[in-house]
């Protein structure tokens, strides 16, 4: 069965850290770029980061970047998205997704660009 299933979300302050998770299960992982989104009440589902299949090349949104890594172990079939010095903007359900190749180029920041997606994990960051 095919699963995308996201872990670590949290309550945290202001300033701190968590550390997501993100485990394939029944379909290929190690050859694909990998992405993160998010989606606060009332709002669009954003990009945040995507990683290609080596690990090789990143990218981040702009609102994450220098606060946010992501990363990933094939052999865990497992992604991850380390988070510091978090805001309350940062609030949202965050979302793993798979994406169509593996190679991360300019444009893979739509939902159109990812073929398979997890439930997601609540992140709520308080002031």
């Known amino acids: 069965q095919v699963q995308l299933v996201e872990s670590g979300g949290g309550l945290v302050q202001a300033g701190g850290s968590l550390r997501l998770s993100c485990v394939a299960s029944?379909?290929?992982?190690?050859?694909?770029?990998m992405g993160w989104f998010r989606q606060a009440p009332g709002q669009e589902r954003e990009f945040v980061a995507a990683?290609?299949?080596?690990?090789?090349?990143?990218d981040y949104a702009d609102s994450v970047k220098g606060r946010f890594t992501i990363s990933r172990d094939n052999a865990k079939n497992t992604v991850y998205l380390q988070m510091n010095s978090l805001k309350p903007e940062d609030t949202a359900h965050y979302y793993c997704?798979?994406?169509?190749?593996?190679?991360?180029?300019?444009?893979?920041?739509?939902?159109?660009?990812?073929?398979?997606w997890g439930q997601g994990t609540q992140v709520t960051v308080s002031s």
């Open positions: 997704a798979r994406g169509r190749g593996g190679v991360l180029r300019i444009g893979k920041r739509n939902n159109g660009e990812y073929a398979y």
């Open positions: 990683i290609s299949w080596s690990g090789g090349t990143t």
């Open positions: 029944g379909l290929p992982f190690s050859t694909y770029y």
